[in-house]
């Protein structure tokens, strides 16, 4: 089965940039969506088919995907983006969605 | 603007069946143009896809749920549901639903807000 893999944790200083990766096979050659989601909070879409960003998202939230990791980036890092993180593809090989396990951001 | 909701037993004793709703507004949910999912959340723990359906009741399903798992669609009350026989204190989660868009590779644009789900006796 296709698995997604995150790093727990990622640290970053407010106004600096964060890059979360998620590695997987040949994700380059799928669609990936990341979810922000906050304590108590339903997860929210920021990038969807790699790099596109919903309507109301920031600019400051963008995404890459070649060969087998994709990269979220979240640029002018702000106390608000502290929050998990998850990507998620759909696998075409057996028909399900996949999450990756997630990545607490921090803002120190 | 469309909106889910999940409504059901907030408290399931174990190996009964786990019964929840998502009612769809503001939209169809007979859209040719999504999929409609359930996912959870442990505490603690992260996002597992449980399954979605389509509004012609085609489904997926999570291989290590399915022999659980029914997910159905009413399309007279814009309604999907989600049924997981056999619970134990392991299934005690976060459920949500979301709108998954097709064209997108089944990203969940909207979700519903959650509803919690703790399986004891």
């Known amino acids: 089965s296709y698995v997604l893999t995150q790093p727990p944790s990622v640290s970053v200083a407010p106004g600096k940039t964060a890059r979360i990766t998620c590695g997987g096979n040949?994700?380059?050659?799928?669609?990936v969506h990341w979810y922000q989601q906050k304590p108590g909070q339903a997860p929210v879409l920021v990038v969807y088919?790699?790099?596109d960003r919903p309507s109301g998202i920031p600019e400051r939230f963008s995404g890459s995907n070649s060969g087998n990791t994709a990269t979220l980036t979240i640029s002018r890092v702000e106390a608000g983006d502290e929050a998990d993180y998850y990507c998620q593809v759909w696998d075409s090989s057996s028909d399900r969605v996949v999450f990756g396990g997630g990545t607490k951001l921090t803002v120190l | 603007q469309l909106q889910l909701q999940e409504s059901g037993p907030g408290l399931v004793k174990p190996s009964e069946t786990l019964s929840l709703t998502c009612t769809v507004s503001g939209g169809s949910i007979s859209s040719s143009s999504y999929y409609w999912g359930w996912i959870r959340q442990p505490p603690g723990k992260g996002l597992e896809w449980i399954g979605s359906?389509?509004?012609?009741?085609?489904?997926y399903y999570n291989p290590s749920l399915k022999s659980r798992v029914t997910i159905s669609v009413d399309t007279s009350k814009n309604q999907f549901s989600l049924k997981l026989s056999s619970v134990t204190a392991a299934d005690t989660a976060v459920y949500y639903c979301?709108?998954?868009?097709?064209?997108?590779?089944?990203?969940?644009?909207?979700w519903g807000q959650g509803t919690t789900v703790t399986v004891s006796s």
């Open positions: 979301a709108r998954q868009d097709k064209a997108y590779y089944y990203g969940m644009d909207v």
């Open positions: 040949n994700i380059g050659s799928k669609s």
């Open positions: 088919d790699d790099s």
């Open positions: 359906i389509y509004y012609s009741g085609s489904t």
